[in-house]
């Protein structure tokens, strides 16, 4: 028999603020998977986030 300890790391945001590694956004926690780090992430406030949907939407518009 094998015994393997996992550990789960969550990082969570502080409020008015969102999680982000650049791809991927959270308003609430994200937990790491077993080869991500939490060098990966930080934290950018709700406008920020705010104006960066803003300006997919309109790139996706654009192309339509």
Wanted: contains cysteine; proline residues 0%.
């Amino acid at each position: 028999m094998t015994e393997t300890k996992i550990e789960l790391r969550k990082l969570t945001a502080a409020k008015g603020m969102v999680l982000t590694n650049g791809t991927i956004y959270k308003d609430d926690f994200v937990y790491l998977g077993c080869n991500d780090s939490a060098d990966n992430w930080h934290e950018i406030t709700e406008t920020e986030y705010n104006k960066i949907k803003y300006a997919e939407n309109a790139e996706i518009n654009n192309d339509i």
